[in-house]
């Protein structure tokens, strides 16, 4: 699982940075420089290269705790999903990677990924 939060009021680049993780979700914009309303693309992750073709899962809860509802999404060819944040709230996005195993008596191997984030309303909005 990835976790990205902001700390502060100056925003840093560590929200794309790579982890080497065998899955793993990438976004390609800060989220937190995001509202309510815009769209965040991120990029799915397999061993290294895009995983064109996957499905994602992004949900959430608001923030007086009523469930965002969730959006099945497909990668295009390059692994990037985009996901509508069509409300403010704690967003997440996930997917699973189900491979063959060679291994004796295992028959698959599954590594999911989770990105973890927060969105705020839209401008001009009070808190």
Sequence with gaps: MKVIFQAGSTPSDDWNAMLG???EIVPLANPYAL????????????NGA???GRTAIAGGRSPAGAR??????????????PIVLGSAGTW?????????????GVDYVSQWATLTFGVTRPPGKAR
């Design 21 to 23: 993780y065998p899955v």
């Design 68 to 81: 965002i509802p969730e959006q099945h999404l497909r990668a295009d060819g390059l692994g990037v999903v």
């Design 35 to 46: 509202r309510a309303g815009d769209t965040l693309r991120v990029k799915l992750m397999v």
């Design 50 to 52: 895009a995983a064109a």
């Design 92 to 104: 997440y996005l996930k997917f699973i990677s189900m491979t063959r195993s060679s291994e004796r």
